[in-house]
């Protein structure tokens, strides 16, 4: 049964960690574009 | 399908968990492996996804050579990324459930070592796209990812056509299976077809951003007033 269950959290620890750095990319950019639109 | 995509991201939530309820309560135990066996349930999608998005890279580079469309350019940065998160699941996934199987975690079997080739020439076109600085980058790529897709038939096919320590299939391989096993095989496979494709649009999104956002910083850079010493 350990098995069976570490596949099944691997599998989820590796589509929420990959999902974690699409929304940390997008918060990025988000606050890049921000501060071109500061600028002067 | 902006609009779209929160009821769309709802449905495959909804569709994930009950393909997760199908899988670990209603299918039934598999009588030689045990319930080590249920790992099927998302080793099989798992890799379908992997290929589904691998296929949508190669369309997408052929399209970005014949037309030079930068959506389709994107579009392949994105479908080759969310592939390789797909297959690194499906190479984790199957040593954990050989271990207890054949009692070997790996094995350079046909199947198993061309998934790894398949992951690995993936692993370095994204590399390329992301270390290249050359302005050709895009057409380099496109043609490294028509050649990668070479790579997927001969990955299906491997364990039909040679002897290998992978079992042969059961779904169109002759063999039978029962119906709850299938029902729940079929929810995780539609499940995790429809995640992958969300979750491909959203990296798409970010990559169409992120290029609009260089070009603007570009063109702002280009039309800054210079001083004149």
């Known amino acids: 049964m350990s098995y069976l269950y570490a596949a099944y959290i691997v599998t989820w620890l590796i589509h929420l960690g990959y999902i974690g750095t699409l929304v940390q990319r997008y918060s990025r950019l988000r606050r890049e574009m921000q501060e071109l639109e500061r600028e002067p | 399908m902006k609009r779209a995509f929160p009821i769309l991201a709802i449905l495959t ?9 199908q899988a670990l309560w209603v299918a039934p ?6 319930d080590v066996q249920r790992i099927f349930y998302y080793h099989v999608p798992s890799a ?17 050579l014949v037309w030079r469309n930068t959506k389709a350019d994107a579009l ?10 797909f297959c690194t699941i499906v190479l984790v996934t199957g040593p954990i459930w050989a271990r207890p199987v054949w009692g070997i975690w790996w094995t350079w079997d046909l199947r198993l070592t061309l998934t790894l080739v398949l992951w690995l020439i993936y692993v370095s076109y994204l590399l390329l796209r992301r270390f290249s600085t050359s302005g050709q980058t895009p057409v380099i790529a496109a043609v490294l990812a028509i050649f990668g897709t070479l790579d997927i038939p001969l990955v299906y096919f491997s364990i039909w056509f040679f002897r290998t320590q992978h079992p042969q299939p059961v779904i169109g391989g002759g063999g039978s299976i029962d119906p709850r096993m299938l029902h729940a095989f079929f929810i995780n496979l539609v499940a995790f077809t429809c995640f992958g494709i969300l979750v491909c649009w959203l990296r798409f999104r970010l990559e169409v951003r992120r290029r609009e956002f260089e070009e603007t910083q570009a063109l702002e850079s280009l039309l800054e007033p210079r001083s004149v010493s």
């Open chain 2, 13 to 21: 939530a909804i569709l994930l968990a009950y393909g997760l309820y």
């Open chain 2, 76 to 85: 392949a940065v994105a479908s080759a990324e969310v592939g390789v998160v």
């Open chain 2, 29 to 34: 135990t598999e009588k030689t492996m045990g």
């Open chain 2, 48 to 64: 379908w996804t992997a290929g589904v998005l691998f296929f949508a890279n190669f369309l997408a580079s052929i399209a970005y």
